[in-house]
């Protein structure tokens, strides 16, 4: 028996091996290297960095880039996250077979919302590019007979950032109403015929009963959509560059300016560990979030 | 009352959904059009497929796709052979460390290769691979996701059936091989789908790490050719963005139901 137990002790870790050595090599072992490559400078000319040991975060406290970059982010993530959280939810009640029942043309629909998560962000952001375009882009033109309009929607600070969410949300609300769909198709309909009966209302009805069988969906796509809020850049390199004047510059973007346009590793470095900072608040959230539910059942 | 009500509802709902389709139905209607006529608007315009010919002519488009299509199928294939096994010792084997290990493997969930680009592009150049299509896919082919996701599936396999593959004497490999993979096909559908449109999709990893047109993937080659400073028109960038995107979304059109499914069951946890 002890064997037995040996024997699949060690098959356990062969079957593991090799795709944890590449889980290792690119997810766990960069997270270290990072922090402590943001002790070291640039190292140019093929010198090794030298060692700054805290000097490359002191830079960051005064770089005034940097702290904007985190103001959008915290923008970006506070738009991001509730709007396309409740348009998913929104959607999917409308091509649900149950709770859309009502509307017409709901095949259709559901592949409208859909559409934007088999196209590639880069794709999109061409095309919102041109809606954007001040004078004859789609937008102004719409707004032309308001009397707005000829608006430099991507060229103005004030208006930047929110163009980009925009796109950001577009992407985002189409891609986790599947979720919510799945969530919704895995209700029972008895429910919802014990509820007609009794003569419950329809916003009753999602309030006191679809709401919060949709919890943990919900939990599940906030903390996506949290994470994603960190990451979702592709827009951003494509249509503004991170302007005008740092506008749109969230902290991944910022990471991949630093890191690949002035080649300064050691300070993209201590960026990406406030980021992995960030992220492990996240996780911590989630666990937090996570316990707690347990409670309810 | 009510009547009115649902009124509104399928209103709010068209509203939404015309939103949503807009950029890619303006996009279809103004690559079939002269610039001039698609930035005016101009209803009545000829139709033309003289943009795609341009665009094609203008950028590496059929290279862009054969570097797209390895670096799926190398996604695909090593995803597959690893996650395999893996997501079977965490389902099935007891071993010590198993639950801290899988806690680990988790963390990727979190941290996604796209956070790590400045540290990964490290190891990509000292590993020799930049600007190689093995360079583009390396970092994802561990995958927490497919590990996950695997893992669920093999776990809802019957105890039973397990246990009479190990009564006829059947090693773990081979009850991984006969009783769970077949069982798990569904799955293996469902994360194929999603893997393929990740990296079909991916662009800023790819844009960092090549550097020439012979590795540039379908999004690079796009986002190189389509910038709007190059003095293009319109109607050409649209044609060369539907034709890096047609191949997904014609098959996403066609089987748009076993699509959505898929989607569903990969997320669902």
């Known amino acids: 028996m002890i064997r037995g137990e040996r024997k699949e002790a060690i098959a356990g870790w062969m079957l593991i091996l090799p795709a944890l050595l590449?889980?290792?090599a690119f997810t766990h072992y960069p997270t270290v290297a990072v922090l402590i490559r943001s002790l070291f400078g640039q190292g140019l000319h093929g010198?090794?960095?030298?060692f700054l040991g805290l000097g490359n975060y002191r830079a960051m406290v005064a770089d005034p880039v940097f702290w904007q970059a985190l103001r959008n982010n915290a923008l970006y993530a506070a738009a991001v996250i509730p709007l396309s959280m409740a348009l998913a939810i929104i959607m999917a009640?409308?091509?649900?077979?149950?709770?859309?029942?009502r509307i017409a043309g709901r095949v259709f629909l559901r592949v409208a919302y859909f559409t934007p998560t088999v196209l590639p962000m880069i794709a999109i952001a061409n095309i919102w590019?041109?809606?954007?375009?001040?004078?004859?882009?789609?937008i102004d033109r719409l707004l032309s007979p308001f009397g707005l309009g000829n608006w430099n929607w991507l060229g103005s600070t004030a208006t930047a950032l929110p163009a980009m969410i925009a796109v950001a949300i577009w992407r985002e609300a189409s891609f986790y109403m599947i979720f919510y769909l799945a969530a919704l198709q895995a209700i029972p309909p008895t429910l919802r015929e014990a509820a007609m009966l009794e003569g419950s209302s329809r916003l009753n009805f999602f309030r006191r009963v679809l709401w919060p069988l949709l919890t943990p969906t919900s939990l599940f796509v906030f903390v996506n959509v949290v994470i994603d809020s960190f990451r979702l850049i592709d827009q951003i390199v494509v249509m503004t560059h991170g302007g005008p004047d740092n506008a749109t510059t969230i902290l991944l973007y910022y990471i991949y300016e630093v890191g690949f346009q002035y080649w300064d590793a050691g300070y993209a470095s201590a960026l990406t560990s406030v980021l992995l900072a960030g992220l492990a608040i996240v996780a911590l959230v989630q666990f937090g979030l996570l316990s707690r539910r347990v409670h309810y059942r | 009352m009510t009547a009115r009500f649902a009124a509104i509802e399928t209103l709010g709902a068209w509203l939404l959904g015309l939103i949503w389709i807009a950029p890619l139905f303006w996009a279809i209607w103004a690559a079939l059009h002269s610039g001039a006529a698609a930035t005016g608007f101009d209803v009545f315009a000829p139709l033309t497929l003289e943009n795609f010919v341009r665009a094609w002519n203008g950028a590496p488009f059929a290279q862009g796709l054969l570097n797209t299509s390895i670096?799926?199928?190398?996604?695909?294939?090593v995803q597959f052979a690893l996650c395999?096994?893996?997501a079977f010792a965490f389902a099935?084997?007891?071993?010590?460390?198993?639950d801290l290990v899988f806690a680990l493997v988790l963390v990727q969930l979190m941290v996604s290769p796209d956070v790590l680009i400045v540290q990964n592009y490290q190891t990509i150049s000292r590993l020799g691979l930049i600007d190689s299509l093995l360079g583009i896919a390396l970092p994802y082919l561990g995958s927490a996701f497919g590990i996950f996701l695997l893992r669920q599936s093999f776990r809802q396999v019957p105890q039973e059936l397990d246990e009479a593959a190990r009564l006829e004497g059947l090693g773990p490999i081979r009850r991984l091989w006969r009783v769970y993979v077949p069982l798990a096909r569904p799955t293996y559908i469902a994360y194929g789908l999603v893997l393929v449109s990740f990296h079909w999709n991916n662009f800023l990893w790819p844009l960092i790490v090549t550097d020439s047109v012979s590795t540039r993937p379908l999004t690079v080659t796009l986002a190189m050719f389509a910038t709007p400073d190059q003095g293009l028109d319109w109607s050409v960038i649209t044609a060369a963005t539907l034709m890096s995107v047609a191949p997904l979304l014609v098959a996403f059109l066609i089987f748009q139901r076993q699509f959505m499914q898929?989607?569903?069951?990969?997320?669902?946890?």
């Not at chain 2, 670096?71 to 294939?77: D, Q, R």
């Open chain 1, 93 to 101: 009640l409308a091509v649900d077979a149950a709770t859309g029942a």
């Open chain 2, 262 to 269: 898929n989607f569903m069951r990969a997320g669902v946890r």
């Open chain 2, 92 to 98: 099935r084997l007891s071993f010590p460390g198993r």
């Open chain 1, 129 to 138: 590019l041109f809606f954007f375009t001040p004078g004859y882009g789609l």
């Open chain 2, 71 to 77: 670096v799926i199928t190398i996604a695909l294939v």
């Open chain 2, 84 to 86: 395999t096994p893996a």
């Open chain 1, 22 to 24: 590449l889980l290792v």
């Open chain 1, 47 to 50: 010198k090794a960095p030298p």
